[in-house]
């Protein structure tokens, strides 16, 4: 099974190997018929501590790192 992998743009890079990043999603509302939209912060682990805040990013699902860790940068 393939590992989900989601853009978004870094909000925080204060944690040491731990970058914020906001994700956001479009999807028309079932009775509304509208566009909405939705955004969701992930915890991701940036190794090199590359990421700045502003960066757009992909983040890929892995195994629990940390309590909260769970998305890894891919490229950023």
């Not at 204060?14 to 939209?37: A, D, I, Q, S, Y």
Request: charged share 30%.
């Amino acid at each position: 099974m393939p590992k989900r992998v989601l853009q978004g743009t870094v909000v925080s890079d204060k944690n040491n190997k731990t970058v914020v990043v906001k994700v956001e999603r479009r999807f028309t509302h079932p009775l509304l018929k509208k566009t909405v939209r939705r955004t969701k912060n992930y915890q991701a682990h940036d190794e090199a501590n590359s990421c700045k805040v502003g960066d757009n990013v992909f983040i890929q699902e892995s195994k629990p790192i940390s309590k909260n860790k769970r998305w890894v940068v891919v490229n950023g």
